[in-house]
């Protein structure tokens, strides 16, 4: 059972709009959500983060919502540029019980910026 | 900012040979490093993580004595693929959390390693 979803596997905006990559996840007890950018053949590297405590966390074109009634959460990135271009990776975490600091990941949201 | 290392970036190995993978952080201490396979067009799988001092704690329907961890020191961790397979050909990507971090939980990962298994 896929307990974060990103259900979009590729996303094309036009450069300077707005690109929002969705997620969704299950597991209730998740309480940090991070958003990671990674290129073919590289490690991820982490974009931005929100605790559960806030819904909106913002820097700079980044700004991650979180909707917990909803369990979702989005990354906007405006203005979108050709270097945004990318996989981009939802990621959740507990602080509690096993397992935690462990991080569960979305299968990934392909994005391309088109010049 | 924090980064982590690994050694080596591609590896090409013959069926039944073993190879290591070095995970290092480089400007931090990090007592809990992760490893990850990612198979293509896949996500990130945990596949185990590893404590400073003590046993990794691996993944349900990993071989642990298939990937061997030791986490010898608070800057580096080791993958050792043990009698390696084609199957075992993969991406492999460590990630390391930094004890005196501000974020809660945010894990630097790698550049990762290119394993293929003739």
């Known amino acids: 059972d896929q307990q974060v979803k990103q259900n979009s596997p590729s996303l094309s905006v036009q450069e300077g709009r707005i690109s929002i990559l969705n997620c969704d996840y299950t597991?209730?007890?998740?309480?940090?959500f991070l958003w990671y950018k990674k290129y073919p053949a590289e490690g991820p590297t982490f974009l931005i983060s929100?605790?559960?405590?806030?819904d909106k966390n913002e820097d700079g074109r980044f700004t991650v919502f979180l909707n917990k009634s909803a369990k979702h959460l989005s990354l906007h990135i405006v203005p979108s540029q050709p270097g945004d271009s990318a996989v981009y990776f939802c990621?959740?975490?507990?602080?509690?019980?096993?397992?935690?600091?462990?991080?569960?990941f979305g299968k990934g949201t392909k994005l391309s910026v088109i010049p | 900012g924090a980064v982590v290392s690994q050694h080596p970036s591609r590896v090409i190995c013959k069926s039944g040979t073993s190879v290591k993978i070095e995970c290092r952080s480089l400007?931090?201490?990090?007592?809990?490093m992760f490893w990850y396979r990612q198979f293509p067009k896949k996500s990130l799988m945990l596949m185990a993580t590893?404590?400073?001092?003590?046993?990794?704690?691996?993944e349900q329907g990993v071989e642990k004595d298939k990937f061997l961890i030791n986490h010898a020191s608070l800057t580096l961790s080791t993958l050792t693929v043990t009698s390696a397979h084609p199957e075992d050909s993969s991406f492999y990507i460590c990630?390391?959390?930094?004890?005196?971090?501000?974020?809660?939980?945010?894990?630097?990962f790698g550049p990762g390693t290119r394993l293929t298994v003739l």
């Open positions: 597991n209730s007890m998740f309480d940090y």
């Open positions: 990630s390391a959390r930094d004890n005196g971090g501000g974020g809660y939980n945010e894990q630097f």
């Open positions: 590893s404590n400073e001092g003590s046993k990794a704690t691996y």
């Open positions: 990621a959740a975490s507990s602080r509690y019980g096993a397992g935690s600091y462990q991080l569960t």
């Open positions: 929100i605790s559960s405590i806030k």
């Open positions: 400007d931090f201490q990090a007592t809990t």
